[in-house]
């Protein structure tokens, strides 16, 4: 039973509807390395209908004893009958709210994630701020140099020099009444639950955003000298200065892409970057939707699946039997059929079936 709360009160219940606590058509939508939303309308006689502040008040969705979402109203529209349509975001959008001052960093990736949250915790009030949990992304060589002259948001910092170079997650958990944010390389829980066709599988599309599809990189690193020349990765590629993937070209073509990044100034670290871009890049590309249902509304003893949970998804008629990692979840509170699972970073498994067919 999801039951929604703002400032630890109680906004939406099934089992008190009757009382003044309901909300028409609530949303949930969580992503990896995204903050979420929630969507609800409030009606006029919900009892908490005054009690919604825009950026201050803490919106928590739970199924039980467990919290699904934590997060702020970011703003909400008033209708002709003057209920509230109301639109919340993810706790990692509080990261927006703080910035990261000039600074020269030298050191190892732990280091400057843990940098970056502690001067985030300096600057928010409480309820933003978070404990620095698991952190599992490492750099090949155990160091890193980055540098800053701007002023930019915490969250706009962390992905453009942590995330986007060095890959990896950060989620946000609860655990014996800590706030923790982590920075993983992967997750790693295998869901028990099989989502298969005929049974709580409800619907499947496969989608290739062409837009975003590349085949072959030109990684590029830092400037040589005082010319305009970058770093590049010849030197330690055969004395070619890209990289391609023979898989994505066969069913794609040659798309070619430049990707430039300003601090790496070794080669080595540059081949490893450009790698890891072009696989995340492809994967990302391709992947899965599908409506399905959550057996664990059915049965509490059957576990629930979890965003970033790696799922078995069978399909027979779709020639699929595969592990897929689950990258969004879009959950309705009312009506959990109409809920949908995104299953995204299973390039090799869906090339795998197209080439034999």
């Known amino acids: 039973m999801y039951v929604i709360l703002i400032d630890g009160q109680v906004l939406y219940s099934p089992n008190l509807i009757n009382e003044g606590y309901s909300v028409l058509n609530p949303k949930l939508t969580t992503e990896v390395n995204k903050s979420g939303s929630l969507e609800f309308i409030v009606p006029p006689n919900n009892s908490r209908y005054n009690d919604i502040q825009k950026l201050k008040s803490i ?211 540059l081949l490893t970057k450009g790698q890891s871009y072009l696989a995340n890049g492809i994967q990302m590309s391709v992947s899965l939707k599908m409506k399905a249902v959550d057996l664990h509304l059915a049965n509490a003893n059957v576990e629930r699946i979890h965003l970033g949970d790696y799922v078995r998804v069978l399909s027979l008629p779709h020639n699929l039997d595969q592990h897929f990692q689950c990258t969004k979840i879009t959950l309705d509170l009312v009506s959990p059929a109409n809920s949908e699972y995104n299953f995204g970073v299973a390039f090799a498994s869906m090339t795998e079936t197209r080439i034999r067919n």
């Open 59 to 269: 919106v928590q969705v739970f199924d039980n004893d467990e919290e699904l979402f934590r997060g702020r109203v970011l703003h909400d529209t008033k209708d002709f009958y003057r209920r509230k349509s109301v639109y919340c975001e993810g706790e990692l959008s509080f990261l927006l709210d703080s910035i990261q001052r000039i600074y020269d960093y030298q050191g190892t990736v732990e280091g400057l994630f843990t940098q970056y949250i502690t001067n985030h915790n300096s600057e928010v009030e409480e309820a933003k701020r978070f404990v620095v949990g698991d952190i599992t992304v490492t750099d090949r060589n155990n160091y890193i140099h980055y540098s800053s002259t701007q002023y930019p948001t915490t969250w706009d910092e962390l992905n453009k020099k942590l995330i986007d170079t060095h890959g990896g997650y950060v989620r946000t958990r609860i655990q014996n009444g800590v706030r923790y944010i982590d920075y993983i390389q992967d997750y790693t829980h295998q869901a028990s639950q099989t989502i298969e066709f005929g049974v709580n599988m409800l619907d499947i599309t496969e989608y290739i955003n062409a837009d975003e599809v590349f085949t072959v990189l030109i990684p590029l690193g830092a400037k040589q000298g005082s010319t305009d020349e970058r770093l590049t990765i010849a030197s330690v590629n055969g004395g070619n200065d890209y990289i391609w993937d023979s898989t994505a070209v066969s069913l794609f073509g040659y798309v070619w892409k430049v990707q430039t990044w300003d601090d790496v100034t070794v080669a080595s670290n």
